[in-house]
């Protein structure tokens, strides 16, 4: 089986992306892992502080490995915007195959004396695990949002500097950099989020020598996904789309099936629903 850097290197030379895909309960894995499935792709299933919190750090890791152990299916476990070096050690300790830290509210200085310490964390723990850092602000919340967060935007003062994601990646020795280049967390609604600066992914990529990772990979269109992949994202996080459609899909079974107890029946279809918006990004994303 390979290693998740392996993967990663192998779809950046590729020019795809790897799918990460946000879960908070086990219906959203079983989601996940039958679009992986179906479509035989790689993914990685990424958890919040309060999905993790939710799924449990043991019962994600373990059911990661059944997955790849077992049944042979390329999958790997991240700790999604972890904000302390505690979270990021926690999530070492049980076993996780990335982490990322966030140390974007922290002061410049602050965020690279984390962000190296967990980096050497990682390294102690002799296994191979990716860590991976955020450098500008790409907003917080998967959900839908009235307006673009303050802060978040195309226009230059916004957008993360060739120049500070070298000097970033060199300083703190981070596997993969997350930039703000346009991108934001959540998705405008009725209508599409700011387009992505794609040139920027190209320089980036270009200076730092490492994989660039998309957060907010909601609200962005086909084609500037398709740009961005070819310009040198190598990762792209969705998570509120998905989102969207398990509650979605949940609601109309309750609502179809208004006597109906058994969670298994009811659940299905969010599952479902989950399931179809997975590999529709994946087939995106792998230029399918
Ligand atoms: P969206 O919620 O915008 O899809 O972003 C997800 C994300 O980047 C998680 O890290």
Redesign the pocket.
Known sequence: MKTLREVIQEARERRVAIG?F?VSNLEGFHAVVGATRELDLPVII?V?EGERDFFGLDELVSLVKLYREKHGITIFANA??SYSFERVQDAIDAGFDMV?FDGVKLSHDENIEVTKKCVEYAKASGRDIIVEAELGN??Q???VLEDVPEGVATSEKFLTSVEDAKAFVEATGVDAL?PAVG?????LKGGK?PEINTERIAEIEKATGVPLV???????SDEDFRTAIKAGISVV???????IAFKDGLETSLAANKDDIAPYRYMKPALEAMKAKTIEKLELFNGQ
Do not use: F, P, Q
């Not at 991108?183 to 998705?187: A, D, P, Q």
């Open positions: 990460h946000n990424g919040s999604d915007h990322i790409i907003g919340s998967s959900k997350a991108n934001m967390h959540g998705i989020n998309l957060h907010g990979g909601s609200g962005i996080h969705v998570n509120t789309e998905l989102r």
